[in-house]
């Protein structure tokens, strides 16, 4: 089984060098720089490489070793449980009876198993711990890193009504649009539903949060306390309530306007003009013209 990846173990060893050049000159000019106020140059040169190399190596031994640290930081929580648990047995078996022992197991162990409250608080921590690790596999096996393979810092996780809520700092190189089209394996590797993607800092695009929802608990049925207010011998009424539901416009009652009628002008009687012909007709207003078609 590969602990350290070879890319990882080149990347190590090239920064290792790094920090064992720069500390070991840096903390070495100090050194001596310092030293040459009490001492002649040369000694304080030497003086200064006397120190310069161990604070060098030092650096170096901690950037050789960081993977195996880093390693070991992910499995502190599950290490710690361990080594509380078996410190806690040799306890129990070194100072008490097989009797006593036996039952203190069943307790520490029934009680969970027995009680649904504690149950599910003891499944559900579970499975933070179980989460944090499914999130670090997707990071490892399809989500791009940076080009040394350091992998984004998953922070701390806590459950929620709907799954887990895992807190994670990216690297370099990796973005919030990156993992957004990645939801679906996060998913299925997380073995839950689905899983949504925030920013947990508004300042810091790298700081973010993962909710993992497993379980749906909108749709359980709720007792609602209005059906207690409502008083039972109240009289119930007779005849159904109707909601509408559509508007029937036949069923409209629309009122009739009538316009008035029209009268038609009496007629003037025509009237000679002075060389005793008829005039003509004025045709500025026809007489059958009603004003009621207009309307």
């Known amino acids: ?155 701390w996780a806590r459950p929620t009504p709907v799954g887990e809520r895992v807190w994670v700092y990216l690297r370099p190189g990796l973005s919030a649009k990156d993992l957004e089209g990645r939801l679906d394996k996060i998913a299925v590797t997380c073995h839950a539903s689905t899983v949504l993607i925030e920013r947990a800092s508004e300042t810091n695009a790298a700081y973010l949060r993962f909710d993992i929802k497993r379980r749906e608990v909108l749709d359980a049925r709720v007792n609602s306390p209005l059906v207690d207010q409502i008083d039972p011998t109240a009289p119930v009424s007779a005849s159904p309530l109707t909601v509408p539901t559509a508007l029937d416009l036949p069923d409209v009652d629309v009122p009739t306007i009538t316009l008035p009628a029209q009268g038609k002008p009496a007629a003037k009687k025509p009237t000679n003009s002075a060389n005793g012909s008829t005039p003509a007709a004025d045709t500025s207003s026809a007489p059958d013209d009603d004003v009621s078609d207009w309307i």
Do not use: D
């Open 1 to 155: 089984m590969t602990v350290i990846e070879a890319r990882v173990h080149r990347s190590s060893a090239r920064r290792a060098k790094l920090a064992f050049i720069l500390t070991a000159v840096i903390v070495g000019v100090l050194a001596a720089v310092v030293a040459a106020s009490y001492w002649h140059p040369i000694v304080a040169l030497i003086v200064g490489a006397l120190i310069g190399v161990p604070c060098g190596a030092a650096a170096w031994l901690l950037v050789r070793i960081w993977p195996v640290l880093q390693r070991l930081w992910w499995w502190a929580t599950e290490i710690v449980l361990a080594v509380l648990l078996l410190t806690a047995w040799v306890q129990l078996a070194n100072h008490t009876s097989t009797v006593v022992m036996l039952l203190v197991v069943a307790l520490v162990v029934g009680v969970p198993a027995a009680i649904p409250p504690v149950r599910r608080q003891v499944k559900a921590w579970a499975w933070c711990l179980i989460v944090r690790h499914r999130l670090r596999v997707c990071f490892a096996q399809f989500i791009i890193a940076n080009q040394s393979g350091s992998l984004p810092l998953i922070l």
